[in-house]
């Protein structure tokens, strides 16, 4: 009992050293957290400009045997596809696309119908007038790019949904030995740099990032 009654003022004496080392610890960890709110306020032009950057990816031109154009954004897409044809960079044009844009039209036949406006032959152009998403965009038109004996494409879509779309295309493509080359548009009317201040460009970076996440969780692409 009397060891006990000496040994109580002693632990009493503990406590409050203690209780002050939870308390600065917690503080200091209040504060790392407060200052890594503020980093990322301060730098969230920053990093939200990377996040759109990264759905960008663009190869250097060079001759290819077609030009696989997306459907989606079809007078931009198209109108730049006819410039790179124009060029001489490729002889063919693919449109590619099923959505029905009315009940007797799809979108890969309104597309070919422009570059007919535009000047293309209609010999120059092939349809792909099934699919209805990026993959299928890609499934559908291996077989009529193989059939052709075709070995390299360069590939026409939006630039927000380029990496994507690169990306299901080199993995569908790849094993008919088929190069894919990324040929973005230039401009499309969604200006990608500072998105978040646009309604129209954050709904569509958002997206395509929800999109982009769902192929990659799903296993339908890799992330490079």
């Known amino acids: 009992m009397s060891r006990w009654r000496r040994r109580r003022p002693l632990a009493e004496a503990r406590r409050p050293a203690r209780r002050w080392w939870v308390r600065l610890r917690r503080h200091r960890l209040s504060l790392g957290a407060l200052g890594l ?52 960079l490729a002889p063919k044009l693919l449109m590619s696309g099923g959505g029905r844009l009315s009940w007797r039209e799809r979108e890969a036949e309104a597309m070919a119908a ?61 094993p008919h030995g088929i190069t894919v080359i990324s040929a973005p548009t230039p401009t499309e009317g969604i200006e990608l740099k500072g998105w978040w201040r646009s309604g129209a460009a954050a709904e569509r970076v958002m997206l395509e990032w929800a999109k982009f996440t769902w192929y990659v969780a799903s296993g339908k692409i890799g992330l490079w």
Not at 122 to 146: G, Y
Not at 153 to 171: E, G, N, P
């Open 114 to 174: 422009y570059a007919r406006h535009l000047g293309v032959p209609a010999r120059d152009i092939w349809l792909e007038d099934r699919s209805l998403s990026t993959e299928e965009n890609a499934l559908f038109s291996a077989p009529i790019l193989k059939a052709r004996g075709v070995r390299t494409i360069l590939l026409v879509t939006s630039d927000w949904h380029s990496r994507r779309a690169t990306l299901v295309f080199r993995k569908v493509l790849k």
């Open 37 to 88: 709110v503020a980093l990322l306020v301060l730098t969230r032009a920053a990093w939200l400009q990377a996040a759109a950057n990264f759905l960008v990816t663009r190869d250097t031109l060079r001759p290819a045997d077609a030009i696989v154009v997306l459907a989606g954004e079809q007078v931009d897409r198209v109108r730049y596809a006819v410039s790179l044809y124009r060029r001489g």
